[in-house]
């Protein structure tokens, strides 16, 4: 079996038996607390650890697109709900509300990398790659964007020449990034994986 496959599966299953934990543990906690009155209750959030995304998504995800609908004009509420969203792996929302933020920001090269990012899960990779080097003019050794476009182009038309030349200008800038090493591996390969 891959290893990253291997990896994949076993943060899938730590992220799972965490949830499940906390899950159990608040319900626990809230048949103990049961009998206090309901002001000494604590709040269902403080329940959760800090930066723990809330239990209702759909909730949140109701409320970012109420506030992002309400301010059309509010770059950070579009921003909002489309890194929500990509958190939530939820590809297509995210793209719309990447595309509206930029249409409003069109130098934020954040979430010009994100809506690459989602078009390279997609699948897009035509769309990921004009995308990542909409970034690469704005921010011109951004190295989020520069592994992304090697990666869509290792993908999609499965050009190693250009993937290289992506690689090369990251390694070149951040040696340490995490993901040189593992393009340096797709590289090496007789043909990319798909």
């Known amino acids: 079996m891959r290893r990253d496959l291997l990896v994949t599966a076993l943060i899938f299953g730590i992220i799972g038996f965490a949830s499940a934990y906390l899950y159990f543990n608040q319900t626990a906690n809230r048949s103990l607390l049961g009998s206090l009155p309901e002001e000494l209750l604590p709040e269902e959030s403080s329940l959760l650890p800090e930066g723990h995304p809330p239990f ?6 109701q409320e970012l697109r109420e506030q992002a609908e309400a301010s059309p004009e509010d770059s950070r509420a579009a921003l909002e ?20 933020t930029l249409e409003l920001d069109p130098r934020n090269t954040d979430a010009r990398t994100d809506l690459a990012t989602c078009y390279y899960n997609l699948e897009r990779f035509d769309e990921a790659m004009a995308a990542y080097r909409g970034v690469l003019e704005l921010e011109r050794n951004k190295p989020q964007a520069l592994y992304g476009l090697a990666l869509a182009q290792l993908r999609g038309p499965q050009d190693k020449a250009a993937a290289r030349r992506s690689y090369q200008q990251l390694r ?16 090496q390969q007789e043909s990319p994986r798909r």
């Open 81 to 100: 709900l489309a890194n929500f969203l990509y958190d939530l792996e939820r590809w297509d929302d995210a793209v719309f509300w990447y595309r509206r």
């Open 172 to 187: 070149r800038n951040y040696p340490d990034f995490p993901g040189v090493e593992h393009l340096e591996q797709l590289l």
């Open 56 to 61: 209702d998504v759909a909730q949140r995800w």
